[in-house]
């Protein structure tokens, strides 16, 4: 193919591309709707520690004992 033959073909899929703006629309709306409810699942975990505190302290206190104290956490 010469130069002329490449640009032509070029020239003429360009002008068949559809209404692009209408076709990407879905893309941006599936990204919405998942992010959505990844932030739904990410705000139900919200104060899950302070749920339980009764059951936190009492098993502190049962267990007290248990922990080692070597200085470095572990």
């Given at each position: 193919?010469?130069?002329?033959?490449?640009?032509?073909?070029?020239?003429?899929?360009?002008?068949h591309h559809g209404n692009?703006?209408?076709?990407?629309?879905?893309?941006?709306?599936?990204?919405?709707?998942?992010?959505?409810?990844?932030?739904?699942?990410?705000?139900?975990?919200?104060?899950?520690?302070?749920?339980?505190?009764?059951?936190?302290?009492?098993?502190?206190?049962?267990?007290?004992?248990?922990?080692?104290?070597?200085?470095?956490?572990?």
């Open positions: 193919m010469t130069l002329a033959t490449l640009i032509a073909f070029a020239a003429e899929e360009t002008e692009v703006p209408l076709e990407t629309f879905w893309y941006g709306l599936v990204a919405i709707i998942s992010f959505g409810l990844l932030a739904l699942v990410t705000l139900s975990y919200r104060n899950v520690a302070n749920r339980h505190s009764a059951k936190a302290e009492a098993y502190a206190k049962a267990h007290a004992n248990d922990i080692q104290q070597s200085g470095h956490g572990h």
